[in-house]
């Protein structure tokens, strides 16, 4: 049966916000029209009260939720741990998935973090078993490794560093045969060198993108990357990642300067100030990826604090964000979720809010629609093009009938994975 989502705003990047309806057929868009838009007789028709319908927000990057984390397995309070039998590997994966579409995600990238092979090996596993759309939640499409291939301890972040490995073929090779072929984003720190570039070349030849993040690598280093296939900045400004006024700069420099590299940004004004989001913005032309680098407890009440590896996260006293215990700025992961990621973008930039260094994004001020669809690019087109994806991230005929209703105050309302209505609440 045909459906109709009228009475919507749909938000499509490059054009202007006006009233109008959307048609979905087979489970892909089969017309995007004005508020005139003729309805097929027979056709199931849903009153959009008004609202905007975007694209399903694509979250790159992502470890957990709903009390799990992909690595480490099921949050137990009883034991302030982890559960990592072969149930709750099988069964995480899908309730992260289904934790995340409540806020508008219907592709999901899930993060391993430094861990043991073998426990990055069962997670990936279980993964694979859910690789797909999951039921009432969104798709998963795949792994993005993140913490195997990084290096330095001053970088580590939260990450637990004796679990750190030199970048190796074979390694990589073993990790995604036990994902099924499905990893598709891996993180590699540049400055070790030949081994990191040859890592980097296969990875692209296979198909998998490469990122680069928690990283020491200087400016050369970084270029040498880049200019071997390393396209995805993972978590920008943030990890930490080498960064100096002196020329001709560290890492951080050199990826601004490539504009083939896809700013991965965490935009819950927590890890990045949004004056430097603004000037992120300006000087890449708005093109990056919204991210979450969510953690076990979005969407699971109650969890204050938890060791992962051998790090220990302690929510802020305003319940905002998570920080390496004993630390101020050290923060772990996030409990963002990707409606808030593009609520926060699109007031930012419809403020047009002067950055650090620049006056703003824009000469003027947008309009909130025009704001709104610079937001949701990020969090859909972007993405959708850094893993390949064609058949989404765009309200266009022919698309995946991936989209998500938002009110006026940018509150998730439906969201719907290849047509079908799948649980908000």
């Known amino acids: 049966m045909a459906l109709v989502i009228n009475n919507v705003k749909p938000v499509i990047p490059g054009e202007a916000v006006r009233d109008g309806a959307v048609l979905v057929d087979g489970g892909k868009i089969a017309g995007v029209g004005g508020a005139e838009m003729k309805i097929p ?57 289904r934790a995340h579409a409540k806020h508008g995600t219907t592709t999901l990238l899930l993060g391993t973090i430094a861990a043991p092979i ?24 795949g792994a993005y490794c993140e913490g195997t291939f990084l290096k330095e301890q001053a970088y580590a972040g939260a990450q637990s560093e004796k679990y750190f490995r030199e970048p190796d073929i074979a390694l990589f090779e073993e990790l995604n045969e036990a994902a ?57 400004s943030n990890g930490p990642i080498f960064t100096t006024f002196k020329p001709p700069g560290g890492a951080m420099e050199a990826i601004m300067e490539r504009e083939e590299v896809v700013l991965e940004l965490i935009c819950d004004g ?109 969090a859909t087109e972007i993405p959708a093009g850094v893993l390949g994806l064609k058949d989404r991230g765009r309200l266009e005929k022919g698309k995946l009938a991936d989209m998500v209703l938002l009110d006026g105050e940018l509150a998730v309302r439906k969201v719907f994975v290849g047509g079908r209505e799948t649980a908000v609440g």
């Open 270 to 378: 927590y890890h990045i100030n949004p004056r430097y989001v603004m000037d992120f913005l300006g000087a890449r032309g708005l093109k990056a990826a919204l991210i979450t680098d969510a953690m076990p407890p979005v969407e699971a009440a109650g969890i204050k604090g938890f060791v992962i590896g051998d790090k220990r996260g302690v929510m802020s006293d305003d319940g905002g964000v998570l920080r390496l215990e004993g630390t101020e700025f050290t923060l772990f992961g996030s409990i963002l979720t990707m409606d808030r990621a593009v609520a926060n973008v699109a007031r930012w930039l419809a403020g047009n809010h002067p950055g650090v260094y620049t006056r703003g994004v824009f000469d003027e001020a947008p309009t909130f629609g025009e704001a709104l669809a610079h937001a949701v690019k990020m």
């Open 41 to 97: 007789a027979g056709a199931e028709v849903i009153d959009g009260e008004g609202g905007y319908l975007a694209p399903g927000f694509v979250d790159l990057h992502c470890h957990g939720g709903a009390g799990y984390d992909l690595t480490s397995g099921r949050y137990d309070a009883a034991a302030e741990g982890f559960r990592t039998d072969e149930e709750t590997r099988r069964k995480g994966p899908a309730e992260i998935s």
């Open 180 to 236: 099924g072929g499905t990893i598709r984003v891996v993180t590699v720190a540049p400055e070790y060198g030949e081994p990191a570039i040859r890592l980097i070349r296969h990875l692209s030849e296979r198909g998998v993108v490469p990122a680069t993040g928690h990283s020491a690598a200087r400016y050369a280093e970084t270029m040498a990357a880049i200019d071997a296939g390393m396209r995805l900045a993972t978590h920008y």
């Open 118 to 141: 073998g426990e990055i090996k069962a997670s990936l596993e279980g993964l694979a078993e859910n690789i797909g759309a999951v039921e009432n939640g969104g798709r998963l499409e």
